[in-house]
């Protein structure tokens, strides 16, 4: 069965650090780009950032770059999400996302374009508040 199992989200204090982690099953992870998406209360899904499937190439939107580092083990089948000096814009419920190599294709190899993701996590929720 494929699954894609978020966790580490949590209630955190601005300025603080969390570690996400998207542990993948049921599919061959190695193939597959793996995205992160933060969906906030009353606003679209959005793209944050993404990490290719072998080389490892990575990018991130502006909003989070220098703060967040994604990065993958593929022995564990798991990508991670370093989320540093959080604020409380970055509350939301985050997913990770898995594109397969025909369907990042289809859609441009744009990374942040929910087209170009063919499996979804359930989400895990990160609030920041003081």
């Known amino acids: 069965q494929v699954q894609l199992v978020e966790s580490g989200g949590g209630l955190v204090q601005p300025g603080v650090s969390l570690r996400l982690s998207c542990a993948a099953f049921?599919?061959?992870?190695?193939?597959?780009?793996i995205g992160w998406f933060l969906h906030a209360l009353g606003k679209e899904r959005e793209g944050v950032c993404w990490?290719?499937?072998?080389?490892?190439?990575?990018d991130y939107a502006d909003s989070v770059k220098g703060r967040f580092t994604i990065s993958r083990d593929n022995a564990k089948n798991t990508v991670y999400l370093q989320m540093n000096s959080l604020k409380p814009e970055d509350t939301a419920v985050y997913y990770c996302?898995?594109?397969?190599?025909?369907?990042?294709?289809?859609?441009?190899?744009?990374?942040?374009?929910?087209?170009?993701?063919?499996?979804w996590g359930q989400g895990t929720q990160v609030t920041v508040s003081s």
């Open positions: 990490i290719s499937s072998r080389v490892g190439s990575t």
């Open positions: 049921g599919f061959g992870f190695d193939y597959y780009a």
């Open positions: 996302a898995a594109a397969g190599p025909m369907s990042f294709a289809r859609s441009g190899y744009r990374c942040y374009s929910r087209s170009a993701y063919d499996y």
